[in-house]
């Protein structure tokens, strides 16, 4: 049955928040290995010059922290989930990667060699380097580029700033400089992302909204008639391959002229519109329903055999003219007469044999139903 709203669908919000971290981990499992490189590379810079066990420990944590990210990024990609659970992973995710943040920036300082200016800036370069790398990897979520890069920068610029002499003072301010200017162009950046998103949603919904519409009977709720043979296209290969048994009913509301001549084309429309509600109330999520012309509604039922459709009809007859219709001080009567055809045969001709048999039961007096 067609539903206009999904009351089940998340908040912009959260699919936005959710679009971020999809684009987090599309882009920074090489990252891990990245680290990992670079590391080594610092570790046989500074060998010759630090204590060889300080140097293989921090590594090795480095090393360790890259491979629980990795076990997060594989653990993630194992499992299929919605776009709303997918917020679950944000917290590991930015654990993870301020462990890591954290082992590069306090580490960076306890392998500090103290009396060598050059393999001091060389740390610094490789910081810098690794905050920019941040940058680049983690755009998608502002949050962790700044709390990453702070994590990375700020132990050894306040290393530089205690050591007092006006390089490693300059070469704090430089970093601390860089990361002002980091807080303004991720804001931008940031801004600019999440619009791009909201507006992707919003231009996705707008357009699984207008092809609802373009498929829906908007008077009735039910499918339109464009809808219902595209459903029919659908299902009949799958029908051929599985042999299932389809049943088709083909419905019309007895003497419905006589309804706009004596009342107006807005009581018909209070019929038909009461005449849908019946329908979805009545019918399973799995069967098609749609107004297929003026007054004439056609279902499409999947393995029901002809008596279950026979019980299904009657009921829908029975309801139909039983409740009166309320149009303004008036109550409304009607009947209607139905059709039914099942088979394994190709749904089309069901549905002419289903029509046929609808005139029949129109022909035989009306307000009853013609099984074939």
């Known amino acids: 049955m067609l539903q206009v709203e999904d009351n089940q669908t998340p908040n912009l919000d959260v699919l936005v928040r959710s679009e971020k971290i999809l684009l987090l981990f599309r882009q920074s499992f090489p990252a891990a290995f990245v680290s990992i490189s670079i590391s080594a590379l610092l570790t046989a810079i500074l060998w010759p010059v630090q204590d060889h066990k300080l140097l293989l420990g921090w590594f090795l944590l480095l090393t360790l922290s890259s491979f629980l990210r990795l076990a997060i990024f594989r653990s993630y990609r194992q499992k299929s989930l919605p776009r709303a659970n997918i917020l679950a992973w944000e917290k590991p995710y930015f654990f993870s990667l301020m462990l890591s943040a954290l082992i590069w920036g306090v580490g960076a300082v306890v392998i500090m060699p103290l009396d060598s200016p050059f393999h001091q800036a060389i740390i610094f370069y490789f910081l810098i380097g690794m905050s920019g790398g941040a940058i680049s990897v983690y755009s998608a979520h502002r949050g962790m580029v700044l709390f990453a890069v702070a994590c990375i920068l700020f132990p050894a610029i306040a290393w530089m700033l205690w050591q007092g002499s006006l390089a490693t003072v300059g070469m704090g301010i430089g970093a601390l400089i860089f990361y002002a200017s980091l807080v303004r162009a991720t804001k931008v950046l940031s801004s600019t992302l999440h619009e791009n998103f909201v507006m992707n949603y919003e231009l996705k919904k707008a357009n699984e909204f207008a092809e609802r519409l373009a498929r829906m009977d908007q008077l009735t709720g039910v499918y339109n008639r464009r809808a219902f043979y595209e459903q029919v296209a659908m299902l009949e290969n799958h029908i051929e391959r599985h042999k299932d048994i389809v049943t088709v ?124």
Do not use: W
């Not at 329903?289 to 056609?298: D, L, Q, S, V, Y």
């Open 249 to 372: 009913i083909i419905m019309d509301l007895d003497h419905f002229k006589r309804i706009n001549d004596e009342y107006g084309h807005a009581a018909g429309d209070a019929v038909l519109r009461h005449t849908g509600k019946l329908l979805q109330a009545t019918t399973r999520k799995s069967d098609i329903c749609a107004r297929i012309g003026g007054e004439e509604f056609g279902l499409l039922l999947l393995s029901n055999t002809s008596d279950d459709a026979m019980i299904l009809a009657e009921k829908l007859r029975h309801e139909i003219e039983t409740t009166p219709i309320s149009y303004n001080s008036d109550r409304l009567s009607v009947t209607s007469s139905f059709g039914i055809a099942s088979g394994e045969s190709n749904i089309e001709g069901l549905v002419m044999r289903a029509d046929a048999a609808m005139y029949r039961a129109k022909k035989a007096g009306r307000n009853q139903i013609e099984c074939e």
